[in-house]
């Protein structure tokens, strides 16, 4: 089983995910101290024993240089709407475009994507949604960094991390 660190900035802000043999490194060189470990799971180095690290934290503050987003992609919008028609709730497997393309909506927008079921999407057709007085049942919404993260990190966020943690991403 591969297993991966969450590394936090000395602000606890979510920062990369690292290998935990990178992040015992960084435990020992104190450049990060351990949020949360997995004590049943030892890592044995030359000198220490340590549990293995699942969150750790940076002691110096890193400051990033841009904001970093969430590349846009078609399964990620159906992910982040839940696989539901943003119109009518039903199942659904296409994405809309809120402002059509063929009239200069942004095609790789977070918030000018949901997802559709085909019948919807179908009857916007190539309207916005007021002009086909259909309304939105969600607000489309850019995903939050951290929660990309987490994702990358491949846990069940209930069980693996502590709660401070699961309330920041959630
Ligand atoms: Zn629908």
């Not at 007021?130 to 990190?153: D, N, Q």
Request: charged fraction near 25%; include cysteine; aromatic fraction near 4%.
């Amino acid at each position: 089983m591969r297993v991966n660190t969450l590394v936090l900035n000395a602000s606890y802000e979510p920062l990369s995910v690292v290998s935990v043999k990178r992040a015992v490194v960084l435990v020992l060189t104190e450049k990060a101290v351990m949020e949360h470990a997995d004590s049943a799971k030892l890592i044995r180095s030359a000198t220490r024993e340590l549990p293995t690290p699942l969150v750790v934290r940076l002691l110096r503050f890193v400051r990033v240089p841009y904001r970093r987003k969430v590349p846009w992609s078609r399964s990620g919008v159906l992910e982040r709407d839940g696989r539901r028609c943003a119109y009518c709730g039903e199942r659904a497997a296409s994405i809309d475009h809120l402002v059509p393309t063929s009239r200069g909506g942004a095609a790789r927008s977070w918030l000018n994507t949901v997802a559709a079921c085909v019948s919807c999407n179908q009857r916007k057709a190539d309207r916005t949604p007021s002009e086909a007085g259909m309304r939105l049942l969600i607000e489309p919404f850019e995903p939050k960094t951290h929660r990309a993260l987490v994702l990358a990190l491949g846990v069940s966020t209930a069980q693996t991390l502590p709660d401070w943690l699961t309330a920041a991403v959630s």
